[in-house]
């Protein structure tokens, strides 16, 4: 199953991934192995002509304005959007819309306005978009004009919300309310069930810098923890194997269903029910050949699973492993311990325990070896970042990551019992909070998590995504933090992650005082200067006569002999009462006043300066010595926003 599976990744790769279709083609035409060329064949063919459906059908609905009514299935459900996957092969579309009261599973005919412009770029690190979309075979955007329910068809949605819905309750047994807040429940409800959502910013970060992503994550892990536990559980009851067997695949389908079906989850359920269907018909199963079947059904029924970063992690940290594994374990000699090539009969009990402790580390070892090196590249390309101590946290994780899933499933299942579920409840919250100290103090580690970006040069304007009612702005590196706006409490997680993979440093914060403390930062005062590597900062303070929502300071930077002005939520009026030399700049950076927008007061005063719209279509390095096409092209779509308004 190999070569068919090169084939449909080289369809999937094309125009340069032909080259893959021929060698499968020309291996087995070679080894006149004809049943695995008709297999190659006839898999790359299905693959092109769904692959050629779905373009075609992505392009026509590309091409036109509006939407005629499509029937289709709710995949996803978001505040004010829902992913759409239309009948037959169609590609899936995200439709925007107000009050939409709508969920996963939902059967549903809609009328939508296609959106022309792509996704915007986003930050290295923090959500992207466009790869989003990608990732979920999500063709264009649209907004709703027209949505009619059409009851609850039976679908994979429906399948996944129902699981989604038991889960719902599930995650209320590992976590009450009112004990939302402890770390120690988070990870259970997500190392269990595979409720991340469940888990806050500041434990969601410390394991991503632990290098340990993965607990929260439902995959091959978990499903094989749930299935060794249910055996042993199975063997303690004395079950028969022709019993055990196929109830074990019953409960597992079960589990998945219940995490939200992932494609890891999903990848591990198939491979167990192959083997354990090799057991019970007494068949020899291949680990390469069940590993590409699995593959190649996936990637034939959902293409675009080829750009999304769990499958990709996936499949390849399980053919790593079971590489590395069968490499080194069966070639390599012991690294401490007897002879190799001693007989077993006439080896003490001790040195028999010394064996087998030596073969269990070097496992460990090895297995992180393995997955660190293939999940790396993975990670640099989707996040931006990698872990330095991967490979150390997994393997001090081994044992209180296990105990902590056999525990939480305890806790989870005895929950009824009075004094046994509190007991289990006890040993799961003990071993979660092991898992927490060996994370907390890997990711302490100086270079644990280092970002895969080049450093931002000096003279940047970094813009910094907040939400709806604040933006940031960093000017320099190191430079001063501006923030706009109603900052949300969680906006210290999003800043950090921000400065983090463009490499920058804040010196000096304007605008959040807590902010400061958070990041461990000076408060730039009105009328103070600050001199830092990236240039010179002075901070103007408006007039205290004029209206509260006039009264924003205005920061002024030089920088290599030019001079940016950063104005964001200052009105025209504040503009207005400033010394006119504090107004003079070759740059200027604009925000949203509500009051009194500064935009057409700019255009009339500063006719020799480029102008910048934060809230506009801004690139990543935004350096104040760029283009004079570039500006002229953000200013055209920040006049036509202001058109509109």
Not at 18 to 41: F, G, H, M, Q, Y
Not at 274 to 296: E, K
Request: glycine letters at 8%; charged letters at 15%.
């Amino acid at each position: 199953m190999a070569l068919p599976l090169l084939a449909v990744v080289g369809v999937l790769l094309a125009p340069w991934g032909w080259a893959a279709v021929t060698v499968a083609l020309a291996w087995t035409t070679a080894a006149r192995a004809w049943k695995s060329a008709a297999l190659c064949l006839a898999a790359g063919l299905l693959c092109w002509l769904h692959v050629s459906l779905l373009q075609s059908r992505a392009e026509a609905l590309r091409s036109g304005e509006a939407l005629a009514e499509l029937r289709g299935t709710v995949a996803e459900v978001y505040p004010h959007a829902f992913v759409l996957q239309p009948e037959g092969v169609f590609p899936a579309l995200l439709l925007h819309g107000q009050r939409l009261a709508l969920e996963a599973g939902d059967g549903v005919r809609v009328r939508a306005l296609l959106r022309s412009s792509p996704p915007p770029p986003e930050l290295p690190g923090l959500f992207d978009r466009a790869s989003w979309q990608r990732s979920r075979g999500i063709a264009a955007e649209g907004d709703v004009l027209e949505l009619r329910l059409e009851g609850h068809p039976l679908s994979w949605a429906a399948l996944r919300a129902w699981g989604l819905s038991l889960r719902q309750r599930a995650v209320r047994v590992l976590m009450p309310e009112g004990t939302e807040a402890d770390a120690r429940r988070q990870l259970l409800a997500a190392l269990v069930l595979g409720a991340r959502d469940e888990a806050q910013l500041d434990t969601l970060e410390l394991f991503r810098r632990g290098g340990c992503m993965h607990a929260f994550a439902v995959s091959g892990l978990h499903v094989g923890l749930v299935a060794g536990f249910c055996w042993m559980l199975f063997r303690c009851l004395r079950v028969r194997p022709a019993v055990a067997r196929p109830v074990l695949l019953l409960l597992l389908a079960l589990y998945v269903v219940v995490t939200g079906c992932a494609v890891p989850a999903l990848r591990a359920y198939l491979m167990v029910a192959v083997f354990t269907l090799g057991l019970m018909l007494r068949q020899r199963v291949s680990c390469l050949n069940t590993w590409c079947a699995v593959a190649c059904l996936f990637l034939l029924a959902q293409p675009y699973l080829l750009h999304h970063a769990g499958f990709l992690l996936s499949f390849g940290v399980y053919a790593a492993i079971l590489g590395g594994v069968s490499l080194c374990l069966r070639r390599d000699s012991p690294w401490f311990g007897p002879d190799a090539y001693l007989p077993y009969r006439v080896q003490t009990a001790a040195e028999l325990r010394l064996r087998s402790l030596e073969r269990l580390l070097r496992s460990l070892v090895v297995v992180s070896c393995c997955a660190w090196l293939v999940s790396l590249p993975v990670t640099v390309l989707y996040f931006h970042s990698f872990n330095s101590c991967a490979v150390l946290t997994n393997v001090l994780l081994s044992l209180p990551l296990s105990l902590c899933m056999a525990c939480g499933l305890l806790a989870l299942l005895t929950a009824w019992a009075p004094l046994l579920g509190e007991l289990c409840m006890g040993a799961a919250l003990l071993s979660a909070r092991a898992v927490l100290l060996v994370v907390g103090g890997c990711a302490s580690i100086p270079g644990a998590y280092l970002p895969a970006t080049p450093p931002a040069p000096a003279d940047t304007v970094l813009p910094v995504p907040l939400g709806a009612w604040a933006e940031g702005c960093l000017l320099g590196n190191p430079g001063v933090l501006v923030m706009c706006g109603t900052p949300p409490r969680n906006a210290s997680h999003t800043v950090r992650a921000t400065l983090f993979h463009a490499h920058a440093r804040a010196a000096a914060v304007v605008g959040a005082p807590e902010l400061a403390q958070a990041l461990g930062c000076a408060v730039l005062q009105p009328g103070e200067a600050l001199h830092t590597a990236s240039g010179t900062y002075r901070l103007f303070a408006a007039p205290n006569y004029l209206e509260t929502a006039c009264q924003q300071p205005i920061l002024q930077w030089e920088h290599a002999g030019k001079r940016t002005l950063f104005v964001g939520d200052a009105s025209a009026l504040t503009l207005a009462e400033l010394p006119g030399e504090a107004c003079r700049a070759d740059v200027i950076w604009l925000g949203r006043n509500p009051v009194l927008p500064v935009r057409r007061f700019a255009k009339d005063e500063w006719q020799n300066a480029r102008i910048r719209y934060l809230s506009g279509a801004a690139p990543y390095y935004a350096a104040s010595d760029a283009a004079d096409e570039d500006d002229t092209e953000l200013s055209a779509t920040a006049d036509d926003e202001a058109a509109q308004e």
